[in-house]
């Protein structure tokens, strides 16, 4: 581990923490906020301490923090870089969570990491179950299908949740933020009319996946919230509920974007176990409450490091 505090300096927790892995990422953060809204100990590392794909770097983390879990956010999602650099994203995507699993199997501990929607291929008439059958159509979809077959395998009790499309007011880097910038700004702004998902909001996903970890679940689950739109729906939906003008979305036909991956034209996910999460409108009230909220407040000081 490059570890900035000496090795040998005792953690400061009183029991042991969670581990979080991709400190700087969406996921990352949101976690390290839940944690502490719900007084959770956690510690939470960027590449620069735990290279998900280095085992040693892995070992030595765990020894030093003696985590009750580990929860692995870190991964390659640029979906079209991946098709020119399939190494690198099978490294983040499936090696590291390979040897995550490994590791905490050989330590009898708990691993939460996170696949996508895109292990499917689109098919479908109706939206995708834990059980449907997975054919990924492009290399990111591949990697996240190798790193569940590969978790799973290496430690049976892991907890694997399929996710898709984040949006959270508790960072910048997602489509409704851009869609509600673009609209406030009076810009226009393209959005695909035939891609068809169920969004995620970030604060759902991330306490819903606590939950079921603290619950000792374990296999394949999908969380995202409940409602099955176009991205260029739910540009329309996230901009009429702010009370914004909708006439500058443009509905366009994916191939029109030129991305070098293929997506499927429908991965909406839903769980067997039931709605798990609120419904897309639900969270969209609440992703402008949190965006009031945000810019009225500084945050807990425990997020600015
Ligand atoms: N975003 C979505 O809409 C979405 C949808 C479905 C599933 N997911 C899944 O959810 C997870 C989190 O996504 P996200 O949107 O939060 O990603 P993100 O914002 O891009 O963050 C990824 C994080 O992973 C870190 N990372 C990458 N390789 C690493 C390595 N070898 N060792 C340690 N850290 C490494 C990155 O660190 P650096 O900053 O150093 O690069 C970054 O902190 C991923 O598994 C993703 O596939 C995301």
């Not at 059980?131 to 979809?141: C, E, I, K, Q, S």
């Not at 907890?159 to 609209?183: E, I, K, P, Q, Y």
């Not at 191939?255 to 897309?280: E, K, N």
Request: hydrophobic share 45%; with cysteine.
């Amino acid at each position: 581990m490059k570890t900035t505090s000496p090795a040998t300096a005792p953690p400061p927790f009183s029991s042991p923490p969670l581990l979080i892995t991709g400190r700087t990422g969406t996921l990352g953060r949101a976690f390290r906020r839940v944690c502490h809204i719900r007084g959770l100990e956690a510690v939470c590392l960027g590449r620069a301490e735990l290279d998900i794909a280095d085992l040693a770097c892995i070992n030595q983390a765990l020894d030093h923090y003696q985590p009750w879990a580990v929860v692995n956010t870190a991964g390659y999602v640029r979906v079209d870089e991946a098709e020119a650099d399939e190494a690198r994203c099978y490294r983040e995507n499936a090696v590291g969570p390979a040897l995550l699993a490994e590791a905490c199997a050989a330590r009898g501990i708990q691993l939460l990491t996170f696949s996508s929607d895109l292990v499917f291929d689109g098919q479908q008439q109706h939206a995708y179950f834990e059980t449907d059958r997975a054919r990924p159509l492009n290399v990111y979809g591949h990697s996240k299908l190798r790193a569940e077959q590969v978790v799973l395998a290496r430690l049976p009790a892991a907890l694997v949740v399929r996710t898709s499309s984040f949006f959270s007011a508790w960072d910048s880097h997602n489509f409704v933020h851009h869609a509600l910038a673009a609209a406030r700004a009076g810009q226009p702004f393209a959005a695909a009319e035939d891609l068809l998902i169920t969004p995620t909001y970030v604060p759902d996903l991330v306490n819903t996946a606590l939950d079921l970890l603290l619950d000792e679940e374990r296999g394949i689950w999908h969380l995202t919230n409940h409602g099955t739109c176009t991205w260029a729906e739910l540009a329309r939906q996230a901009v009429g509920a702010a009370g914004l003008d909708a006439a500058g979305i443009v509905p366009r036909p994916v191939a029109s974007f030129g991305w070098a991956a293929v997506r499927p034209t429908f991965s909406a996910l839903r769980s067997q176990q039931g709605i798990l999460l609120p419904s897309v409108e639900s969270a969209l009230q609440r992703y402008l409450a949190d965006e009031q909220l945000l810019q009225s407040a500084s945050p807990p000081a425990v997020l600015a490091a």
